[in-house]
């Protein structure tokens, strides 16, 4: 029943179950330090960051559909979450050309312009957190997630 | 400015930002799988298994204040949740001896034999997802997540 080869004795089960609630604790006490982190800095939100950084991504803007999708925190309530950045002028609506009928959405000057200072703030806390991870570290995990592509890329 | 030891030539703040991003689209995606088998299956949701989950653990009972500390998912509305349950008659609650105004929550037996059941089913579906996990990246993820002590057990 044993495996000699480690240093647990517990079933691959039991062990990979407690790795995804290690994981999931991280990653919630990772998000609640980001939250608070955009509510005191920018009275700003998760999903609002992640909208902008998906902007931020896609220079020449992204329809409606296209930004949902590419979501990372929670779809959310996407339009308006839009609506209040356009509102701050951080977003703009721009009409496509040969074809009016689409929309995009694209960051405007001023929204590039502040979501690069908290990018870099929040890459900044992000290392921080995960400082005791080097480079080493990084090649094993880089390694074994590559491995899970079926999570990340689900063939349905 | 290059770190020989690695295959990867990003700076360490930039690796562990892309990992972090890794980790949070794998949980993501990893939770709507659950939410969808706990909402297909049981016609229940996350938190609901989250409050059934610290439940079962303590076999006597728990204050809700202990069991709102206890939750990994979201606090949520926890007494709505808890309501619900005692309404289902899969949560009892009962009074303290020695402490009449002290009122713990339990799973009722019925309770508990769900619950086994649910966990079965949620363990049997993680480890399928993580099953290119063996023992060896277990113990590299376990070596890891160990050294990231100060984010599970912040010192504050």
């Known amino acids: 029943m044993s495996n000699p080869s480690s240093q647990n004795e517990a079933p691959l089960d039991k062990r990979r179950l407690r790795m995804w ?3 999931l604790r991280t990653t919630r006490f990772v998000e609640a330090r980001l939250r608070e982190f955009l509510r005191d800095r920018y009275k700003s939100t998760l999903p609002r ?10 220079e020449d803007g992204l329809k ?5 999708k590419q979501l990372l925190v929670s779809n959310g309530n996407v339009t308006g ?15 496509v050309e040969n074809d009016r009928r689409a929309m995009l959405v694209r960051l405007s000057p001023k929204g590039r ?5 908290m990018a870099a703030e929040h890459e900044a806390i992000i290392s921080d957190l995960f400082s005791e991870m080097d480079n080493n570290d ?19």
């Not at 979450?81 to 009409?95: H, K």
């Open 81 to 95: 979450i839009v609506d209040r950045l356009v509102e701050d002028r951080l977003v703009v609506r721009v009409i």
């Open 49 to 58: 960051f992640d909208v902008m950084a998906a902007l931020f991504r896609a």
């Open 21 to 23: 609630i290690r994981m």
């Open 113 to 117: 312009e502040l979501f690069s200072k």
């Open 64 to 68: 409606m559909s296209a930004l949902s």
């Open 138 to 156: 990084l090649d094993l995990l880089v390694d074994v997630f590559s491995r899970l592509k079926e999570i990340e890329e689900p063939s349905s």
